[in-house]
């Protein structure tokens, strides 16, 4: 099983500054690898698939990157309604597997 | 509009059943990638079984043996039947629309709100 790690578990940042959140796999996984934003009390939203491509609706200021074994998340300027926690997927590898997220939060 | 609405969710003793049901609406689940995927409270996410658009089914080593996922292709949903409930199987169970990659496997591209399953004493 293909192992992800995120880095930082929380990152603590001001809005309007830029964030970049890292996805590590443990063995290459191509490029098959999502992001997923989860706010409290709601189920998470896909952001990011095939490792740069947003999906439907999500903002320009979402983007990502990588392949392999290394991927990032980053918003360019974080608004109010960014501060959230994010989680990695890769589907290259059965099973597929997450990431156990990395929180934004205000700082 | 496009959903899915999980309910079934519930408070069981351990080696308990308890049935999940997911209603779709605005698309058809039998030609997609359907999948149960779980959140412990306060944890990450876990995928735990998904139905193929043929039919083939495939599980979690964690729950594999003990659920059973199916769908009801007149009713359009989807269901999970659980059986021999640990403590650990507590969590809120999401039904999820997947994408399939040709020749890889699937990101998620709808989430139902969730149903929370407590496997408790």
């Known amino acids: 099983e293909i192992v992800m790690t995120q880095s930082p578990a929380t990152l603590s940042l001001s809005p309007g500054e830029r964030a970049a959140l890292s996805c590590r796999a443990s063995q290459s996984v191509s490029s098959y690898l999502a992001w997923y934003q989860q706010k409290p009390g709601q189920s998470p939203r896909l952001l990011i698939s095939g490792a740069s491509t947003r999906a439907t609706g999500v903002p320009a200021r979402f983007s990502g990157s990588g392949s392999g074994t290394e991927f990032t998340l980053t918003i360019s300027s974080l608004q109010s309604e960014d501060f959230a926690v994010y989680y990695c997927q890769q589907y290259n590898n059965w099973p597929t597997t997450f990431g156990q997220g990395t929180k934004v939060e205000i700082k | 509009e496009v959903q899915v609405v999980e309910s079934g969710g519930g408070l069981v003793q351990p080696g308990g059943s308890l049935r999940l049901s997911c209603a779709a609406s605005?698309?058809?689940?039998?030609?997609?990638?359907m999948s149960w995927v779980r959140q412990a409270p306060g944890k990450g996410l876990e995928w735990v079984s998904v139905i193929y658009t043929g039919g083939g089914t495939y599980y979690a080593d964690s729950v594999k043996g003990r659920f059973s996922i199916s769908r009801d292709n007149s009713m359009n949903t989807l269901d999970l039947e659980m059986n021999s409930l640990k403590p650990e199987d507590t969590a809120v169970y999401y039904c999820?629309?997947?994408?399939?990659?040709?020749?890889?496997?699937?990101?998620?591209?709808?989430w139902g709100r969730g149903t929370l399953v407590t496997v408790s004493s």
């Open positions: 605005g698309f058809t689940v039998r030609n997609n990638y």
């Open positions: 999820v629309k997947g994408t399939a990659v040709p020749g890889r496997y699937w990101y998620f591209d709808l």
